[in-house]
Nanobody
Framework: QVQLVESGGGSVQAGGSLRLSCAVSRATVSNYCMGWFRQAPGKEREGVATIDTDGRTTYADSVKGRFTISKDNAKNTLYLQMNSLKPEDTAMYYC???????????????????WGQGTQVTVSS
């Protein structure tokens, strides 16, 4: 069974940075769409960023220019570098793996089959 384990969350002040990691086992990140999603209290889960098998990336408008998704195929690990954090970035962050749809990795929850347990990010003003 595919397992995804997130780490790197924490509490920071606005303007700070965090780097999330997602270690993947029983699957190869180079073969999947990989994505980061987040869910704030009382809100629906939303897509943050995706990276496809060729390394092409997609970002939600709210994080463009501040967040960077990347992966290390040798380590089978997904990353999310988050800079210039804002209080509205506070959420539980999840990594996910799924299959390509129509040649793209979409910011769509239903495309992703495997999910981690999440890591909490809290940004204070």
């Amino acid at each position: 069974q595919v397992q995804l384990v997130e780490s790197g969350g924490g509490s920071v002040q606005a303007g700070g940075s965090l780097r999330l990691s997602c270690a993947v086992s029983r699957a190869t990140v180079s073969n999947y769409c990989m994505g980061w999603f987040r869910q704030a209290p009382g809100k629906e889960r939303e897509g943050v960023a995706t990276i496809d098998t060729d390394g092409r990336t997609t970002y939600a408008d709210s994080v463009k220019g501040r967040f960077t998704i990347s992966k290390d195929n040798a380590k089978n690990t997904l990353y999310l570098q988050m800079n210039s954090l804002k209080p509205e970035d506070t959420a539980m962050y999840y990594c996910a793996a799924g299959w390509i749809w129509g040649g793209y990795c979409h910011l769509t929850i239903s495309q992703y089959t495997y999910w981690g347990q999440g890591t909490q990010v809290t940004v204070s003003s």
